[in-house]
């Protein structure tokens, strides 16, 4: 006669699975709160990397005139286009633009730089040259590079990256704002890709889920998609919604559908 699983050996199986379970979800639920807290540390680490340059060279990194000479390792590649060179703003923002903020075209900054956009490619330059800031390369300072994470812009821990420019108040693309300012002074985006502008219209196409974004949005400023310094863009009704006079990430979607813009300097 074949012998089964008696119910008490069967509950204690149950039990191990259960057990087994639910410490692979916490250990994922810790690595990506570990990821969060140091994208976090990411965006502080430019701000002081920006507040260091300035406070050293005068000026803004990707902006400031004769970088050739001033910056260690420079070659005239370094030098932003004369015509915006020392105008204290790094690359100029237009939301509304097919070419979006870096601006860049799809095979990356000539050289040498020509337009005002190329600004948020030397931008990273800058601070890498100036030993501000880690994990890319000047390969761009001596051919055209593709705009890539880890080469000419720095990748996000969580996932994406980082791209800069300066927005001028105006109201972003796919953010939940309609009245009222944008993010203005030099900006972040943390997106999917360093050449795109920042749009979703493909479920799970961003770098974040809404309950992400939200996380690192209340630990840098109010927790509010469409206040502050921090401000979020993703895919509507998905990312964020409305909640009476205001709007509220939808965390309960767990989909990448997020994307934000952080001010790290007026």
């Known amino acids: 006669m074949q012998k089964g699983f008696t119910l008490v050996e069967l509950a204690i199986v149950m039990t191990i699975i259960g057990l087994l379970i639910g410490g692979i979800l916490k250990g994922q639920e810790l690595v990506n709160n570990a990821r969060i807290t140091s994208t976090i540390a990411q965006v502080k680490g ?7 340059f300035r406070d050293t060279y005068n000026g803004v ?4 005139s004769g970088a050739s000479t001033r910056i260690p390792g420079c070659n005239a590649n370094c030098n932003p286009p004369l015509f915006t060179g020392g105008d204290g703003i790094v690359g100029a923002i237009n939301w509304e633009s097919a070419g979006y903020l870096p601006q860049l075209p799809a095979a990356g900054m000539p050289n040498p730089a020509t337009a005002i956009g190329d600004e948020t490619e030397l931008f990273w330059i800058h601070l890498f040259k100036a030993n501000l800031i880690t994990g890319l390369t000047s390969d761009s300072l001596t051919s055209v590079v593709t705009p890539q994470w880890g080469v000419t812009h720095p990748a996000a821990k969580i996932d994406g990256g980082f791209v800069v420019g300066y927005g001028d108040g105006s109201v972003p693309l796919n953010s939940p704002q309609t009245n009222g300012t944008g993010v203005a002074g030099t900006v972040l985006v943390l997106q999917k890709a360093p050449n795109t502008r920042p749009t979703a219209t493909v479920d799970g196409s961003m770098p974040l889920t809404p309950g992400y974004a939200a996380q690192i949005d209340r630990k840098l400023d109010d927790g509010n998609p469409s206040t502050g310094y921090v401000q979020a863009y993703g895919k509507q009704t998905s990312c964020f919604m409305p909640f009476g006079a205001t709007y509220t ?3 309960s979607v767990t989909q990448k559908d997020c994307g934000l813009f952080l001010r790290i300097q007026g």
């Open 249 to 251: 990430y939808n965390e």
């Open 46 to 52: 430019v701000e002081a990397a920006v507040s260091t």
């Open 61 to 64: 990194p990707g902006d400031i």
